[in-house]
T-cell receptor
């Protein structure tokens, strides 16, 4: 069965500091992996996705993620966090849009 | 235009009411989705329409009734809901339903059932 684990419920970082959000997955086949962001009162926005190829994926808003098959991980990173990055971040796994499973989410707070 | 619009933004209804949520997109997408998101939880897929036909129903109770009148419009009809149905209801669309093309989400309708 497919599942996604985001170990950190809530993370606080200072503005300008680097960020890493963790995501571990369990999937029977080669997974397709996604990171979404949800600002308060908003829908989800796709940050980046991984299907195959280069394991370091670049996304929007300066985010990147690295797929590590040996660790079953797909961690999201950003070198310098901005106050506007405060939001809920969801990792998701699935072979297609009908099959998407989301992690529980990580809430990011950015300190001035 | 990559916008998915949802109306209303907020809805409060009693358990005996009948109401509808509306979702619209003008991106020419042929797949549309309803998700339910409880507070502090991830979204859960409810329904998928592909080419205006219901292709996925994730064992959703019949008090939720989806409708896709045309390729741009998706409705969710609500009847005899329970307080535990209170949640944020998200609509999304994508080019096709069977692939992994990007889903575009609307801002959601926050539903409160009294």
């Amino acid at each position: 069965a497919q599942s996604v684990t985001q170990p950190d419920i809530h993370i606080t970082v200072s503005e300008g500091a680097s960020l890493e959000l963790r995501c571990n997955y369990s999937y029977g086949a080669t997974p397709y992996l996604f990171w979404y962001v949800q600002s308060p009162g908003q829908g989800l926005q796709l940050l980046l996705k991984y299907f195959s190829g280069d394991t370091l994926v670049q996304g929007i808003k300066g985010f990147e993620a690295e797929f590590k098959r040996s660790q079953s991980s797909f961690n999201l990173r950003k070198p310098s966090v901005h106050w506007s990055d405060a939001a809920e971040y969801f990792c998701a796994v699935g072979r297609n849009n009908n099959d998407m499973r989301f992690g529980a989410g990580t809430r990011l707070t950015v300190k001035p | 235009d990559t916008e998915v619009t949802q109306t209303p933004k907020h809805l409060v209804m009693g358990m005996t009411n009948k109401k509808s949520l509306k979702c619209e997109q003008h991106m020419g997408h042929r797949a549309m989705y309803w998700y339910k998101q409880k507070a502090k939880k991830p979204p859960e897929l409810m329904f998928v329409y592909s080419y205006e036909k219901l292709s996925i129903n994730e064992s959703v109770p019949s008090r939720f009734s989806p409708e896709c009148p045309n390729s741009s419009l998706l409705n969710l009809h609500l009847h005899a809901l329970q307080p535990e149905d209170s949640a944020l209801y998200l609509c999304a669309s994508s080019q096709e339903g069977t692939g992994t093309d990007t889903q575009y989400f609307g801002p959601g309708t926050r539903l409160t059932v009294l």
